[in-house]
C-alpha cells in the first residue's frame, strides 16, 4: 500500500511496463544495455589471448565486497529487464544467473576464472534480447 493507504499500482503482482517504451525506445534500451554488458564483461583483454574481461571480473580481485559489487551491477540488467516487461519466469532465470555468478564467483581465484568465462550481464541481456524479439516488441 501507497502511504495514504491506496494500492501500490507499482507492485510486482500489478507491474506495467514504463508507458513510453516503444519499439524503437526498447531497441535503444538493448543498445544501452549491450554497451553496459560489454563494459561490465568484456572491456579488456587479455594480451596474446582472445580471452575478454570487464570491470565485474576486475572488482571480483576484492573479497566479498568485490562480489557482492559486481552482483549489484549484474542486477541493473535485470532491473531492466522487469521495467520493459519480461516476464516473471524470465527474471527469475536472471536472478539466478546474477546469485550464481555471485556466489561461484565468491570463491577465491577460481571464482574469479568463473566470473570471466560466465559473463553474467551479457548472458541475461542476450536472454532479454531473445524475449523481445520473440515477442516482436524490438
Given at each position: 500500500n501507497g502511504p495514504r493507504?491506496?494500492?501500490d499500482e507499482?507492485?510486482?503482482k500489478n507491474r506495467v511496463?514504463?508507458?513510453r517504451l516503444t519499439g524503437e525506445a526498447r531497441r535503444k534500451a538493448l543498445e544501452r544495455l549491450d554497451r553496459v554488458a560489454f563494459v561490465l564483461d568484456s572491456r579488456f583483454r587479455i594480451p596474446g589471448t582472445p580471452i575478454r574481461f570487464?570491470?565485474?571480473q576486475m572488482v571480483s580481485f576484492v573479497p566479498v565486497v568485490?562480489?557482492?559489487a559486481g552482483g549489484l551491477m549484474a542486477a541493473y540488467v535485470v532491473h531492466q529487464a522487469a521495467r520493459h516487461?519480461?516476464?516473471r519466469r524470465l527474471i527469475i532465470q536472471?536472478?539466478?544467473n546474477v546469485g550464481l555468478d555471485v556466489t561461484l564467483g565468491s570463491v577465491?581465484?577460481?571464482g574469479t576464472v568463473f566470473d570471466v568465462f560466465f559473463k553474467v550481464s551479457k548472458r541475461n541481456v542476450r536472454l532479454l534480447r531473445r524475449y523481445l524479439e520473440e515477442e516482436g516488441a524490438v
Open positions: 493507504g491506496e494500492k507499482r507492485c510486482w511496463t514504463h508507458p570487464g570491470f565485474d568485490g562480489d557482492a516487461g519480461a516476464p536472471m536472478m539466478i577465491p581465484v577460481a
